[in-house]
């Protein structure tokens, strides 16, 4: 590695900054460049039907202005432009945006595309950066000026000459590389287009920052929007708009300071797709705005579907780590994370929260349409309170406190064992194979349980036959409730040694096929052993939950 290759950013000198205190309160005007930016950089751009199904998608979202293309640029592009404006499918509070160069066929051509269009914006770009004057335009700074100005005055022309006498028509000028090239050259271009668009505050030049490639921290990249700003004349005259690259992984910061140092409007791609390492993500941006309480002006309530779409129609994947709509971001695989997340739901059920507050989570999954389910993956690294979490949530299980480690430890021994994370339904599976042991060594054949009382006091017979291996044992005991008579029974089996700690029991399902699941706490030999009963009646289930808990201790002793 050569880092004398490489020479640091020069900071343009903005002495009284203010950006840096003030704060963000509402959404920008959000421009999608999906089907423009985004489309170009895929490894096979979207067809006609692809890109139209991704244009519903972006209304369906609320976009109201989309660049859908560079007409000028392929005959695909062109024909989409028709087809949206001849099929009708541009709704009437969106804008279409399309691109083009200052040259003038590609100009005509982009007008011609745009014909019988009720709303556009025409978007002019220009590359101002001095290393690509020298080396791809080969032009001075003069000479580039006068290419814009030629642009400019030829679109303003043709859109006079439109039938609707060029009102529906707005004009986007963005001086390529902005960030890279330096502000006061933008400032003085940027008024020229200003007055050759004869901009004015209610016919206003949208005025387009591009961090085309981004090699500066986002702090740089702010700055230079509010030097731009505080220099520009007739500041009423533009829409301030900022389109940044990610090439530092800042595109989202970029865009956001640049909200806080004047910019009014936003472009930019869903998950971020867009040349190289991508534009600013859009999701990201709106999704962030929505964790403080703004509202995005943005429908992101089904987040999983439009991710669905947006990769089936672009081929490209989301990252499992993607803010908000990636596989893993409501997964939490440490045992402290699971454990405070599980303490914050449990919390939040008892209490009437009116804010989002909760451990690890940044936003409400169910708010973007994703689940609590798979917040609490199981690893070996998970602890004992996000098994008892996925057991309570995904199947109704309440465990008491005092067996989450003994489970977890279960759990642990497990995921060693396979070297890979379980499933619900595994984790399901072990839980029942671990505790509910009622077949051997002891196995209750039959039963029978009658209660006689009087005010105050009742007594409790049980009757039944057990098995121990081929052995069978005739039981009988007497107690004030089916677990004492149960257990005094146990003698007649020479069952010993086990005494009575705990018992927590709660009914599962619903209706006539609800179940009541016993959790039993013995002590045995020094140690404490659970099991687990499940039946419709709940005295039985308490019994095998008995039988379960002896069956584990002695198994577990190799009896
Ligand atoms: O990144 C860029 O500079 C662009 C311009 C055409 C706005 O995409
Ligand atoms: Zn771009």
Redesign the pocket.
Known sequence: MDIAKYTPFKRTALPGRTWPDRVITQAPIWCS?DL??GNQALPEPMDLDEKMAFFQELVRLGFKEIEIGFPAASQVEFEFTRALIERNMIPEDVTVQV?TQSREHLIRRTFQALEGCQNAIV?L?TNISPFFRQVVYRNTLEGVTKMAEKGAGLMTELAASRTDGGNGIRFEF?P???SGSDPDISVMLCERMLDVFAATPERPLIL?L???VETASPNYFADQVEYFIGRLKDRDRAIISV?T?NDRGTAVASSELALLAGAQRV?GTLFGNG?RTG?CDLITMALNLYTQGIDPGLDLSQLMKTRTIYENLTGMQVGERMPYSGDLVFTAFSGSHQDAIKKGFDYRSEHALPVWNMPYLVVDPTDIGRSYEPIIRINSQSGKGGAAYILQRRFGYHLPKNMYADFGAAVKRETDRLGKELSADQLLRLFLQEYCVTDSPYRLLSHEISERGTAGHSMVRFSGLIAYRNRKYTLKGEGNGPIDAFFNAMQQAHIDGFSFMGYHEHAIGEGSSAKAVAYIQLAYGGNQVFGVGIESNVSIASIKGIISAINRALTQEGK
Do not use: G, I, M
Request: proline residues 5%; hydrophobic residues 20%.
């Open positions: 460049v423009r930016d691109l978007h770009y963005s390529e590389s902005f387009n591009p961090a085309t389109h690259h472009e040349e534009n």
